[in-house]
């Protein structure tokens, strides 16, 4: 079955440096992948989708990803954190047309 | 832009309650999810619905149903409230099929006491 792990369940950064959030998946096949962004009180959105077209996918406010099927990881990235950046992200792997897997969160906080 | 409005924000129900959580979405998408989201556990699906008065389970129905009436419109009802279904209940649609990204609500945070 279809799943994700999400390897850390917070990461604290400084404003200014890099942000690194991983995630494997395990899937049969060439999977779709997503990372999601929540802010506190608010639902989630998408950051960015990978479906087989590039290994390096660009999503919004800076944010990029690497899908590495060797590896079974689609690891989330920002050269440079701001402080709005503190929030939830999930990674999301689709289980079939319509059902998606979410990991269980990584939490990030930017210190100023 | 995609709304999805859920009707409440807060709710604090009783032990036994029938609730129903509402959620309405502006863009004609033939699809509609019920989450909820606790800590440390992600997002869990409920039910979901790709068609009018088209329901299929998700990975924990246990304790809730959906109505699905019109398109825009899907409720998922608590037939009795426990204190186990205290948690963050999200409503989310797609057009079509396919991978498609889902569109969240703000979500509705059940009580119940």
């Known amino acids: 079955a279809q799943s994700v792990t999400q390897l850390d369940s917070h990461v604290s950064v400084s404003e200014g440096t890099p942000v690194l959030l991983r995630c494997n998946y395990s899937?049969?096949?060439?999977?779709?992948l997503f990372w999601y962004v929540q802010h506190p009180n608010k639902g989630l959105q998408l950051l960015l989708k990978?479906?087989?077209?590039?290994?390096l996918v660009k999503g919004i406010n800076g944010f990029e990803a690497e899908f590495k099927k060797s590896e079974t990881s689609f690891h989330l990235t920002k050269p440079s954190a701001h402080m709005s950046d503190a929030a939830e992200y999930f990674c999301?792997?689709?289980?079939?047309?319509?059902?998606?897997?979410f990991g269980a969160g990584t939490t990030v906080t930017v210190r100023a | 832009d995609v709304k999805v409005t859920q009707s409440s924000r807060y709710l604090v129900k009783r032990t036994g309650e029938k609730v129903f959580l509402e959620c309405v979405q502006d863009?004609?998408?033939?699809?509609m999810f019920w989450y909820r989201q606790d800590p440390g556990l992600g997002l869990r699906l409920i039910y979901f619905?790709?068609?009018?008065?088209?329901?299929e389970k998700g990975d924990i129905p246990e304790g809730y149903s959906v109505s699905r009436e019109k398109k825009e419109r899907f409720s998922l009802i608590l037939e009795s409230a426990s204190t186990n279904q205290t948690s963050m209940y999200l409503c989310?649609?797609?057009?079509?099929?396919?991978?498609?990204?889902?569109?969240f609500g703000n979500g509705t945070r059940l009580t119940v006491t």
């Open positions: 619905s790709y068609d009018v008065k088209m329901k």
């Open positions: 999301v792997v689709s289980v079939s047309d319509y059902k998606l897997s």
């Open positions: 990978y479906t087989s077209a590039a290994t």
């Open positions: 863009m004609d998408h033939e699809n």
């Open positions: 989310a649609s797609t057009p079509g099929r396919g991978g498609s990204p889902l569109h």
């Open positions: 899937s049969s096949y060439s999977p779709s």
